[in-house]
Structures are given as structure tokens and as C-alpha cells.
């Protein structure tokens, strides 16, 4: 069975600081992956996705994800933390039965 | 904006109701997909489907259908409502139905306390 998994539920950093964020998945063929942001009160976003191709992926708002097949793993970073980047963001996968799966969240707090 | 409308923003029912969650996609969009938001279930797929067809279903119950009209519009139905259903209800949409590979843009989500 599909699966996500976001281990760090919550996460504070300072601003201009940099951003990882983890994500481990478990599926049996190439996976469809997604990072999502969610504001407070918001609907969600999509940062960036991997379907194929280059595992270094570049989104919106400079964040960027690394595919790493032999980890499963899809983390997200980003080089210099702003304080609207606070949000919860989600981690999902794909598959080609048109199925979703969605991580629980890392919630990021950005401090001055 | 995503141009993912959904109606009500909020909704507040008792337990044993049914009620009627409304979306409609971008223009242009023939998928739309329901999710569920909660507090100890996180984020969860519900069904898809694609230009008035069923196209994937995920952890939906029972008691939960779904359907999309002509226009392309959707509606969710919650039946014989739980304490637990309350949560939010995103519905996302694009552009056709290849579901795994596509960007979906998210409305603001409706959401449900039931009492």
C-alpha cells in the first residue's frame, strides 16, 4: 500500500536561514510527487512536482525537492527562509490508478 | 486564487443530517476531486471524477457520494453525518483525468462541524 510520511511535525527556523523538510514515501513503481503549501484558512498550493526526469526539481517561491530513489525519499529546502514562508506544508504521492496519498503536514514556523 | 469556488465556506449540522457540499472547477477543468481534512485523519483522498464520470476512488464511505454534473460542477453528499465527519472538504480540479501526473488547484475548502 501507498504511503507518505512528513516525520517532523513541526519546525521553527529562523529567517534567512535554511529549510529542509523530509519526506519518505512508499510505493512500488516510479512515484508522481508533489510538495503542497497551506496558509492558514487557505485551500492548498502546489510548490513543485516530480514525475520524471532530473531528481532536482525547482518550484515557486525558490523552494526546490531532491527525488533520491534509494531513500524514497522527496525532501524539500530552500536556501533562505522569509517569515511569509510559515504554513503548513504537505507532501503527497501519485500513482497511476489516479489515487492520492497526502503526508500529515510539517507545520513551519519562521522566527525574526 | 485558485478559480476552484466551493460553497458553503462553512457549514454547521447535527448528527444524523445530510448535507450538500458544492464545487466548481476552473474553467476549462473536466477533473475534480474531493478530499477530507481532519484533525486525527490528516488529509485524505475521497473520488474523482472526470467530465461526469467516476475515475478514482479513494478512502470514501458509504454514506458519502459524489457526482458531476454537465456543467462540470460537483457536488458532494454526506448522509447520516458523524461527530467524526466534521472536518474540511477541499475540492481540487484540472484539466483532464490522468489524475497521478497532474497539478490539481485546490479551492478554499468547506468545512463541516457537525454537533
Known amino acids: 500500500a501507498q504511503s507518505v510520511t512528513q516525520p517532523d511535525i513541526h519546525i521553527t527556523v529562523s529567517e534567512g536561514a535554511s529549510l529542509e523538510l523530509r519526506c519518505n514515501y512508499s510505493?512500488?513503481?516510479?512515484?508522481?510527487l508533489f510538495w503542497y503549501v497551506q496558509s492558514p484558512g487557505q485551500g492548498l498550493q502546489l510548490l513543485l512536482k516530480?514525475?520524471?526526469?532530473?531528481?532536482l526539481v525547482q518550484g515557486i517561491k525558490g523552494f526546490e525537492a531532491e527525488f533520491k530513489r534509494s531513500q524514497s525519499s522527496f525532501n524539500l529546502r530552500k536556501p533562505s527562509v522569509h517569515w511569509s514562508d510559515a504554513a503548513e506544508y504537505f507532501c503527497a504521492v501519485g500513482n497511476t490508478g489516479n489515487q492520492f496519498y497526502f503526508g500529515t503536514g510539517t507545520s513551519l514556523t519562521v522566527i525574526p | 486564487d485558485s478559480g476552484v469556488t466551493q460553497t458553503p465556506k462553512h457549514l454547521i449540522t447535527a448528527t444524523g443530517q445530510r448535507v450538500t457540499l458544492r464545487c466548481s472547477p476552473r474553467?476549462?477543468?473536466?477533473?475534480v476531486y474531493w478530499y477530507q481534512q481532519s484533525l486525527d485523519q490528516g488529509l485524505q483522498f475521497l473520488i474523482q471524477?472526470?467530465?461526469?464520470?467516476?475515475?478514482a476512488k479513494g478512502n470514501i464511505l458509504e454514506r458519502f457520494s459524489a457526482q458531476q454534473f454537465p456543467d462540470l460542477h460537483s457536488e458532494l453528499n454526506l448522509s447520516s453525518l458523524e461527530l467524526g465527519d466534521s472536518a474540511l472538504y477541499f475540492c481540487?480540479?484540472?484539466?483532464?483525468?490522468?489524475?497521478?501526473?497532474?497539478?490539481?488547484?485546490f479551492g478554499p475548502g468547506t468545512r463541516l462541524l457537525v454537533l
Open positions: 474553467s476549462g477543468d473536466l477533473s
Open positions: 516530480y514525475f520524471s526526469g532530473d531528481t
Open positions: 510505493y512500488g513503481a516510479t512515484p508522481y
Open positions: 481540487a480540479s484540472s484539466v483532464a483525468g490522468s489524475g497521478g501526473r497532474e497539478t490539481q488547484y
Open positions: 471524477y472526470y467530465n461526469g464520470e467516476e475515475r
